[in-house]
Structure formats: structure tokens, C-alpha cells
């Protein structure tokens, strides 16, 4: 058996105090390494979606619902006009929470009633995104308004993305074995997640992390100003067999 692999199983073996041959079966019957690759890229963005909520106060139910009913009347206006269809906007439904008196942890009488209403707005054209917020943060009732931006050929940049990624895992597992006289063979497995086996942190590799906020699922760039480039990124988790 090659000398860097009996000494990698007599380690673990050492290491969790559990038989040899129970772990290679958990392990390619090779020298192997595992390695992540990573690829950025910064975009313009050319769409964005609004997330935009009206809400109001009142003693009085009726009163309440009947501000938020005539803000959001004002508020389809605005998107009208900026030609905005129809199609693109979607109501949800109006919330109402009642407010009550509190003295020693113990409700009391109700005082009035919280409603509102969030409409989700799909922008397909950014041009005039500035006057469109300007509009709709002047508008009364506005209680929270934010954005999200993307690109349209978001897809085909994660492609692009992915195989830079691939590139660069191999790149590192090279410069990483530079010193143990091996050479990067053929991939034996590749994941978007990290590959984990009960022996995996024994083996040879290279392990970058990455905050949350860098996953390729979290959410896009929130701000309510237009950003002139957003982050997309791809990462790629590989095991190479070392020749």
C-alpha cells in the first residue's frame, strides 16, 4: 500500500480508535485532497423588486382600513404612472392587530387597531427607479419600503461563474501540493456543498469559509439606493486524487 496512505488510516485509526478497515470504506483507495474553488463577478443591475407596506393607526377599525384602502389607491396610482402593468404588482392580504391598554402584564381595554397592506412590485426597467421611490416614500402612510436588485442573465453568469470556479479549484489544489511531491489528478467527486465523510477532516485539503452572506441562496443585495454593480459569486467543493 502507498506510504502516504497507510500513514493517513493509522492516523485516523489512532485518532477515533476505531478499525482500519471500517474506515476505508469510507475513503477512495487512493491519496486524494480535498479542495474548494471559488469565482466572483460584479454586474450592473438592470431590475429590481419593491417591497412596499402601508399601514395606519385609528381608535376605530373602519377609519383605519379606510386610510390604508385610499393610500394604496394612491399608491397604484404612482406605479401607473411609471407605466408599470398590472401583472407585475402583487397585493397581499391586510393585516389588522389590535392594540391594547397594558398595566402590570394584564390587557386591557382595546385602544385601537393596526392595519396594513404590502404590495410586491416587479421593475423589469431601473431607469427611472430614483423618481419612482422619491414618489412613493412621499406618499403618507408609507411605513417601510426596500428593494432587492438582480440581473436578467443572472443564469448564464452562474454558468460562467461555476466553470471559473471548477478552474480555480484545480489551481489551488496545485499550488498546494507543490511541496509533497504529488501532482493533481483526476476529480473523483464535486459538489456545490462541502463533501464530508467521518474521516474528512484528516485528509489532505484546503478549506476556505465563507461568511452566510456569501452563499449563492442568500437573498440579493437589499438597499432602497440603485447600486451600481451587485456580487454574484459561485463556489464549487471538489476531491482530486493525488498522483
Known amino acids: 500500500m502507498n506510504h502516504l496512505l497507510c500513514t493517513f488510516l493509522l492516523t485516523v485509526a ?15 483507495p487512493f491519496p486524494f485532497m480535498l479542495v474548494e474553488g471559488k469565482a466572483v ?47 407585475a404588482i402583487t397585493s397581499f392580504n391586510l393585516v389588522k392587530e389590535i392594540e391594547r391598554d397594558r398595566k402590570d402584564r394584564v390587557e386591557l381595554e382595546i385602544v385601537g387597531y393596526h392595519v396594513s397592506r404590502r404590495l410586491k ?13 422619491a414618489d412613493i416614500a412621499s406618499l403618507d ?20 461563474l461555476m466553470n471559473e470556479a471548477g478552474a480555480d479549484a ?29 474521516v474528512a477532516n484528516f485528509a489532505i485539503g484546503a478549506n476556505r469559509a465563507y461568511p452566510a452572506m456569501m452563499n449563492i441562496n442568500a437573498p440579493y443585495e437589499r438597499t432602497i439606493f440603485e447600486p451600481s454593480t451587485i456580487e454574484l459569486r459561485q463556489s464549487v467543493h471538489v476531491m482530486f486524487e493525488l498522483e
Open 121 to 133: 412590485v416587479e421593475l423589469l426597467d431601473i431607469s427611472q427607479f430614483s423618481e419612482l421611490i
Open 141 to 160: 402612510n408609507v411605513a417601510s419600503l426596500d428593494a432587492s436588485f438582480d440581473v436578467t442573465d443572472r443564469e448564464a453568469i452562474e454558468i460562467r
Open 41 to 87: 463577478a460584479e454586474v450592473r443591475p438592470d431590475k429590481a423588486t419593491l417591497s412596499v407596506r402601508v399601514s395606519a393607526f385609528d381608535p376605530q377599525s373602519a377609519v383605519a382600513v379606510g386610510r390604508v384602502q385610499k393610500q394604496l389607491t394612491a399608491l397604484l396610482g404612482t406605479l401607473e404612472k411609471y407605466a408599470i402593468p398590472d401583472d
Open 14 to 28: 489512532l485518532a477515533i480508535a476505531a478499525p482500519i478497515p471500517a474506515l476505508a470504506d469510507d475513503l477512495p
Open 170 to 198: 484545480r489551481r489551488s489544489g496545485e499550488n498546494l501540493v507543490q511541496g509533497i511531491s504529488r501532482t493533481v489528478g483526476a476529480v473523483y467527486a464535486i459538489s456545490r456543498s462541502p463533501i464530508r465523510s467521518s
